[in-house]
């Protein structure tokens, strides 16, 4: 059975830091991009981050560019996210993706597996 295990979110202040995690049992996990998304409440579910199969290569959303950092442990098989920075607005769930490819994508549907989700919170 596939799951996706985020951990490290939490609340934290504005300007603040948090390190989210996200293990994953697949097998297939080194040959995955993988990606962050996040969910607000009354809003839909929006690309955060995604990096390709090797790591080379990443991409962000304009809302967190030069905040946040995406990386991955392939030996662990693990990818994280790294928010600095964070303001009031980066409230939300945050889900862990696997995609069906080797070079991510912004697009939900690309995307087999999913995380529970984890909540964090900036207060202003």
């Known amino acids: 059975q596939v799951q996706l295990v985020e951990s490290g979110g939490g609340l934290v202040q504005t300007g603040g830091s948090l390190r989210l995690s996200c293990a994953a049992s697949?097998?297939?996990?080194?040959?995955?991009?993988m990606g962050w998304f996040r969910q607000a409440p009354g809003k839909e579910r929006e690309f955060v981050a995604a990096i390709t199969w090797s790591g080379s290569v990443t991409y962000y959303a304009d809302s967190v560019k030069g905040r946040f950092t995406i990386s991955r442990d392939n030996a662990e098989k693990t990818s994280y996210l790294q928010m600095n920075m964070l303001k009031p607005e980066d409230t939300a769930v945050y889900y862990c993706?696997?995609?069906?490819?080797?070079?991510?994508?912004?697009?939900?549907?690309?995307?087999?597996?999913w995380g529970q989700g984890t909540q964090v919170t900036v207060s202003s």
């Open positions: 697949l097998r297939t996990f080194s040959s995955r991009a």
């Open positions: 993706a696997a995609d069906s490819e080797t070079f991510g994508s912004s697009i939900p549907k690309r995307y087999t597996y």
